[in-house]
Protein backbone atom coordinates (compact mmCIF):
# COMPACT_ATOMS: atom_id res chain seq x y z
CA UNK A 1 0.00 0.00 0.00
CA UNK A 2 3.04 2.39 0.32
CA UNK A 3 3.65 2.50 -3.90
CA UNK A 4 -0.20 3.81 -3.99
CA UNK A 5 0.67 7.65 -5.59
CA UNK A 6 -2.90 8.77 -5.73
CA UNK A 7 -3.24 9.60 -2.26
CA UNK A 8 -1.47 12.70 -0.85
CA UNK A 9 1.37 12.92 1.95
CA UNK A 10 1.45 16.24 2.47
CA UNK A 11 -1.24 16.27 5.28
CA UNK A 12 0.36 13.53 6.86
CA UNK A 13 3.95 15.03 6.89
CA UNK A 14 2.46 18.14 8.47
CA UNK A 15 0.82 16.27 11.14
CA UNK A 16 4.04 13.85 11.95
CA UNK A 17 5.77 16.74 12.34
CA UNK A 18 3.29 18.48 14.76
CA UNK A 19 3.24 15.46 17.03
CA UNK A 20 6.90 15.03 17.05
CA UNK A 21 7.42 18.82 17.82
CA UNK A 22 4.83 19.23 20.35
CA UNK A 23 5.72 19.68 23.84
CA UNK A 24 2.75 19.31 25.94
CA UNK A 25 1.55 15.44 27.20
CA UNK A 26 -2.04 14.40 27.78
CA UNK A 27 -1.40 10.95 29.45
CA UNK A 28 -4.60 8.71 28.83
CA UNK A 29 -6.62 8.26 32.51
CA UNK A 30 -8.55 5.15 31.66
CA UNK A 31 -10.49 5.61 34.72
CA UNK A 32 -11.65 8.83 33.67
CA UNK A 33 -12.63 7.84 30.38
CA UNK A 34 -14.44 4.75 31.64
CA UNK A 35 -16.09 7.20 34.25
CA UNK A 36 -17.75 9.28 30.81
CA UNK A 37 -18.38 6.43 28.69
CA UNK A 38 -20.52 4.92 31.43
CA UNK A 39 -22.55 8.36 33.07
CA UNK A 40 -22.71 9.87 29.04
CA UNK A 41 -22.21 7.71 25.88
CA UNK A 42 -24.04 10.28 23.96
CA UNK A 43 -21.33 12.39 24.64
CA UNK A 44 -18.34 10.41 23.54
CA UNK A 45 -20.70 9.38 20.66
CA UNK A 46 -21.29 13.18 20.01
CA UNK A 47 -17.25 13.16 20.30
CA UNK A 48 -16.28 10.43 17.69
CA UNK A 49 -18.63 12.15 15.54
CA UNK A 50 -16.93 15.00 15.04
CA UNK A 51 -13.44 13.37 15.33
CA UNK A 52 -14.46 11.48 12.26
CA UNK A 53 -16.39 14.05 10.33
CA UNK A 54 -15.37 14.92 7.01
CA UNK A 55 -13.96 18.21 7.84
CA UNK A 56 -11.96 18.97 10.72
CA UNK A 57 -13.72 20.09 13.47
CA UNK A 58 -10.90 23.29 14.55
CA UNK A 59 -13.26 23.65 17.92
CA UNK A 60 -12.46 20.30 19.53
CA UNK A 61 -10.05 20.18 22.20
CA UNK A 62 -7.06 17.87 22.95
CA UNK A 63 -8.83 16.59 25.93
CA UNK A 64 -11.97 15.81 23.74
CA UNK A 65 -10.17 14.24 20.93
CA UNK A 66 -8.46 11.50 23.29
CA UNK A 67 -12.07 11.31 25.10
CA UNK A 68 -13.46 10.41 21.86
CA UNK A 69 -11.16 7.76 20.22
CA UNK A 70 -10.18 5.82 23.51
CA UNK A 71 -14.01 6.16 24.46
CA UNK A 72 -14.79 4.76 21.30
CA UNK A 73 -12.56 1.89 22.16
CA UNK A 74 -14.75 1.65 25.05
CA UNK A 75 -18.06 1.39 23.37
CA UNK A 76 -17.29 -1.24 20.68
CA UNK A 77 -14.52 -3.33 22.96
CA UNK A 78 -13.35 -4.84 19.22
CA UNK A 79 -16.86 -5.53 18.36
CA UNK A 80 -15.86 -4.55 14.47
CA UNK A 81 -12.24 -6.61 14.19
CA UNK A 82 -13.94 -9.64 12.16
CA UNK A 83 -14.78 -7.75 9.48
CA UNK A 84 -11.00 -6.27 9.02
CA UNK A 85 -9.39 -9.71 8.52
CA UNK A 86 -12.05 -10.02 5.45
CA UNK A 87 -11.34 -6.20 4.53
CA UNK A 88 -7.81 -7.07 4.05
CA UNK A 89 -8.50 -10.61 2.51
CA UNK A 90 -10.18 -8.79 -0.07
CA UNK A 91 -8.19 -5.76 -0.90
CA UNK A 92 -5.01 -8.60 -1.33
CA UNK A 93 -7.08 -10.48 -3.96
CA UNK A 94 -7.38 -7.25 -5.73
CA UNK A 95 -10.89 -6.66 -5.19
CA UNK A 96 -11.07 -2.94 -3.80
CA UNK A 97 -14.72 -2.12 -4.25
CA UNK A 98 -15.30 -5.17 -1.42
CA UNK A 99 -12.61 -3.90 0.14
CA UNK A 100 -13.73 -0.57 0.31
CA UNK A 101 -17.64 -1.61 1.32
CA UNK A 102 -16.02 -4.17 4.30
CA UNK A 103 -13.88 -1.20 5.53
CA UNK A 104 -16.99 0.84 5.95
CA UNK A 105 -18.87 -1.52 7.38
CA UNK A 106 -16.15 -1.41 9.63
CA UNK A 107 -16.19 2.52 10.33
CA UNK A 108 -19.51 2.23 10.75
CA UNK A 109 -19.11 0.46 14.26
CA UNK A 110 -16.07 2.70 14.80
CA UNK A 111 -15.31 5.00 13.04
CA UNK A 112 -11.79 6.25 13.90
CA UNK A 113 -10.53 2.95 13.03
CA UNK A 114 -7.68 3.85 11.55
CA UNK A 115 -6.47 0.69 10.17
CA UNK A 116 -10.20 1.00 8.09
CA UNK A 117 -9.71 4.70 7.41
CA UNK A 118 -6.08 4.06 5.53
CA UNK A 119 -7.89 0.63 3.85
CA UNK A 120 -10.66 2.63 2.58
CA UNK A 121 -8.28 5.40 1.15
CA UNK A 122 -6.18 2.66 -0.43
CA UNK A 123 -9.07 1.07 -1.89
CA UNK A 124 -10.43 3.61 -3.45
CA UNK A 125 -6.81 4.50 -4.75
CA UNK A 126 -7.01 0.43 -6.20
CA UNK A 127 -10.24 0.81 -7.97
CA UNK A 128 -8.86 4.22 -9.80
CA UNK A 129 -6.08 2.40 -10.86
CA UNK A 130 -7.94 -0.24 -12.41
CA UNK A 131 -10.22 1.65 -14.14
CA UNK A 132 -13.19 1.51 -11.65
CA UNK A 133 -14.04 5.69 -11.57
CA UNK A 134 -17.44 4.90 -8.93
CA UNK A 135 -15.46 6.17 -6.42
CA UNK A 136 -13.52 9.72 -6.26
CA UNK A 137 -9.54 10.54 -5.55
CA UNK A 138 -11.89 13.47 -3.25
CA UNK A 139 -13.34 10.89 -1.51
CA UNK A 140 -9.95 8.44 -1.26
CA UNK A 141 -8.70 12.14 0.46
CA UNK A 142 -11.04 12.51 3.00
CA UNK A 143 -10.84 8.62 4.28
CA UNK A 144 -7.06 9.24 4.89
CA UNK A 145 -7.54 12.84 5.80
CA UNK A 146 -10.12 10.88 8.64
CA UNK A 147 -7.14 8.40 9.51
CA UNK A 148 -4.41 11.30 10.31
CA UNK A 149 -7.12 12.99 12.63
CA UNK A 150 -7.75 9.80 14.35
CA UNK A 151 -3.94 9.22 15.05
CA UNK A 152 -4.04 12.96 15.95
CA UNK A 153 -5.38 11.73 19.48
CA UNK A 154 -2.55 9.27 19.95
CA UNK A 155 -0.13 11.87 19.28
CA UNK A 156 -0.59 13.47 22.27
CA UNK A 157 -0.91 10.61 24.60
CA UNK A 158 3.20 10.77 24.98
CA UNK A 159 6.27 10.85 23.19
CA UNK A 160 7.55 7.40 22.52
CA UNK A 161 9.87 7.31 25.18
CA UNK A 162 9.73 4.79 28.02
CA UNK A 163 8.91 7.50 30.83
CA UNK A 164 6.00 8.41 28.25
CA UNK A 165 4.61 5.59 25.54
CA UNK A 166 2.23 6.50 23.01
CA UNK A 167 -1.34 5.36 24.00
CA UNK A 168 -2.90 2.49 21.57
CA UNK A 169 -6.41 0.72 21.44
CA UNK A 170 -5.11 -1.86 19.67
CA UNK A 171 -2.06 -3.10 18.09
CA UNK A 172 -3.01 -1.92 14.36
CA UNK A 173 -2.72 1.54 16.30
CA UNK A 174 0.67 1.26 16.59
CA UNK A 175 1.72 -0.05 12.88
CA UNK A 176 -0.60 3.17 11.30
CA UNK A 177 0.98 5.97 13.57
CA UNK A 178 4.55 4.98 12.77
CA UNK A 179 4.06 4.23 9.31
CA UNK A 180 1.55 7.05 8.58
CA UNK A 181 1.92 9.63 11.05
CA UNK A 182 5.55 9.56 12.00
CA UNK A 183 6.91 7.88 8.23
CA UNK A 184 8.60 5.00 10.06
CA UNK A 185 8.59 1.60 8.35
CA UNK A 186 11.89 -0.01 9.63
CA UNK A 187 12.61 -2.04 12.51
CA UNK A 188 14.36 -4.69 13.92
CA UNK A 189 12.73 -5.94 16.78
CA UNK A 190 9.12 -5.44 18.53
CA UNK A 191 8.62 -6.96 22.37
CA UNK A 192 6.15 -6.55 25.08
CA UNK A 193 7.72 -4.75 28.03
CA UNK A 194 5.32 -4.92 30.90
CA UNK A 195 2.25 -3.56 29.28
CA UNK A 196 4.48 -1.66 26.74
CA UNK A 197 4.74 -2.46 22.94
CA UNK A 198 8.45 -1.69 22.08
CA UNK A 199 9.91 -1.15 18.83
CA UNK A 200 13.87 -1.12 17.61
CA UNK A 201 13.74 1.27 14.48
CA UNK A 202 16.54 0.30 12.13
CA UNK A 203 15.85 3.83 10.66
CA UNK A 204 14.01 6.87 11.64
CA UNK A 205 12.74 9.73 10.41
CA UNK A 206 12.52 13.34 9.82
CA UNK A 207 9.68 13.02 13.03
CA UNK A 208 11.05 10.71 14.96
CA UNK A 209 14.42 10.33 15.34
CA UNK A 210 15.13 7.94 18.59
CA UNK A 211 16.30 4.68 18.28
CA UNK A 212 13.11 2.46 19.82
CA UNK A 213 9.62 3.72 20.14
CA UNK A 214 7.41 2.95 23.05
CA UNK A 215 2.87 2.35 23.23
CA UNK A 216 1.01 1.65 26.11
CA UNK A 217 -0.55 -1.46 25.07
CA UNK A 218 -2.83 -1.89 28.13
CA UNK A 219 -6.11 -1.33 26.46
CA UNK A 220 -4.94 -4.23 23.57
CA UNK A 221 -3.81 -6.39 26.48
CA UNK A 222 -7.30 -5.95 28.60
CA UNK A 223 -9.21 -6.93 25.41
CA UNK A 224 -7.41 -9.99 25.16
CA UNK A 225 -7.00 -11.25 28.52
CA UNK A 226 -10.86 -10.43 28.23
CA UNK A 227 -11.14 -13.23 25.14
CA UNK A 228 -9.63 -15.47 27.03
CA UNK A 229 -11.49 -15.29 30.33
CA UNK A 230 -8.89 -13.34 31.99
CA UNK A 231 -6.32 -15.78 31.84
Known sequence: MRTKTLILSLLLLFCGFAAYAQQEIFPVDWKEIRSIVKKDPERVRELVRRLSAPERDTTLTVQEKIVAFFGQSLLTNDSEEPKVHDMYEAYRAGRYAEALALAE???????????????????????????????????????????????????????????????????????????????????????????????????????????????????????????????
Not at 187 to 200: E, I, P
Request: proline share 3%; glycine share 8%.
Open 105 to 231: EVLAINPVHAEALFMAAYAIAGMLESGDESRTRDEGQLFYNRGIRALGAIAWTGNGSEEHPFCVTKVSDEYCFMRYYLELWRYDAQRLVGTCDVFDLTEGSEYYTAPQIWFDASRPLEITSALFGGK
